[in-house]
């Protein structure tokens, strides 16, 4: 399948220097799918809508400071292309040409959709995220903030003191709950408001209950739930406990599955792959597959890499996050590290998930181990 019926000619382009105000008021009055940024008549970045409405820059920002950098997409290209390049942009929306001329824009939602009645094939288990970060529902709003920016998350379920989901906080509730006292409080010095704001327990501004999904349904009844929710992910439950945390399913999750091949090389995705600097595509290719290598045993179906960008420099060189997951046939591993450019990250990272490789390894062969200790003692 390509995307030449799942693209929509329903956007709005604007210039780089158009203001934030003017955009915000086309979306209201004609509710577009998304805006496409151009200069000087040349494609320049996307935005996508809710990040447009939500976004708390003033009315006078440049649209281009909210705008975000995403890959082109032919209308014929296939859908599997297409998935690809969104989740490795770390996009949910992109420009889509036909020939040299601009035809329209592709979301992820529009691929879900398409694709919809296909997803029963797919189950939550196969393409959840089980390493998951949370917090506690008496922590503070600012210790969300914090958490959500350091790990590049956009969702964290909320605990209560015995460790049992009471709810979910997102980016998009903090950024609603400021926006709204904002519209309550009027203008003004905002300083002392924001501080008390930041203080809140997290459980004042969390959704609750969470919604959720179990590990054994398929994708499809999982992603038409977030339609029905207007939600971009659930958190995940065990079958028959609706407390318990197992892990994170989204949207991107989803659309990722999409990009899984069955060639005999390992599949490997790389998310924010624009942030590469000295390193490159196929060097992190190669040393993934070198660490499967060395425990063969471990089949790696998928390996997926993202990296984050943090604000922190070192002599002008960002600090970034990369987390490394693999999907193999004795279940997920990770590793995750950071480091002054990518290329540091991703070696700290891999570090991590060969120790991690070997702890599973080394927890199957006690296993073995014991299994075959309690067998020759029955034999006695």
Request: aromatic share 4%.
């Amino acid at each position: 399948m390509n995307i030449a019926d799942i693209a929509v000619p329903e956007y709005v382009e604007v210039d780089v220097d158009e203001r934030l105000a003017k955009v915000r008021s086309i979306f209201e009055r004609e509710n577009p799918k998304g805006v496409v940024v151009t200069e000087d008549g040349e494609y320049a970045g996307v935005v996508g809508e809710k990040q447009l409405l939500r976004s708390r820059m003033e009315d006078d920002t440049k649209v281009s400071v909210v705008m975000k950098t995403a890959p082109s997409v032919s209308r014929h290209e296939h859908v599997r292309e297409t998935a690809r390049l969104l989740v490795e942009g770390d996009v949910k929306i992109a420009p889509v040409y036909e020939g040299e001329k601009l035809y329209g824009i592709i979301t992820v939602d529009a691929i879900l959709q398409a694709v919809l009645d296909s997803l029963d094939a797919i189950t939550v288990d196969q393409v959840a995220t089980e390493d998951v970060i949370g917090i506690n529902q008496k922590d503070r709003v600012g210790q969300a903030i914090n958490r959500l920016r350091e790990n590049g998350v956009s969702r964290l379920p909320v605990l209560n003191d015995d460790g049992r989901l009471t709810g979910v906080v997102t980016t998009n509730d903090i950024v609603e709950f400021v926006v709204r006292d904002q519209e309550r409080q009027g203008s003004g010095d905002r300083a002392g408001d924001i501080d008390r704001m930041l203080d809140l327990p997290v459980y004042d501004i969390m959704t609750s209950p969470a919604i959720t999904a179990t590990a054994g349904e398929t994708a499809q009844r999982v992603v038409e739930r977030m339609f029905e929710n207007n939600l971009s992910g659930l958190v995940v439950t065990p079958d028959g406990d609706d407390g318990i945390v197992a892990g994170i399913v989204t949207k991107t999750d989803v659309l990722r599955a999409l990009t899984f091949t069955e060639q005999e090389s390992m599949d490997v995705q790389i998310t924010n792959v624009d942030l590469l600097d000295t390193t490159s595509r196929e060097h992190i290719v190669e040393s993934i597959e070198q660490v499967a290598d060395k425990y063969a045993a471990m089949q790696v179906m998928h390996a997926h890499v993202r990296f984050h960008q943090h604000k922190e420099k070192l002599r002008g060189t960002p600090l970034i996050q990369c987390q490394i997951r693999l999907r193999t046939n004795e279940g997920q591993v990770a590793g995750s590290g950071e480091g002054y450019g990518s290329e540091h990250a991703f070696h700290v990272a891999l570090d991590k998930l060969e120790r991690n490789v070997l702890e599973i390894k080394g927890i199957r062969a006690d296993e073995e181990y014991r299994g075959q200790l309690l067998r020759k003692l029955g034999d006695l």
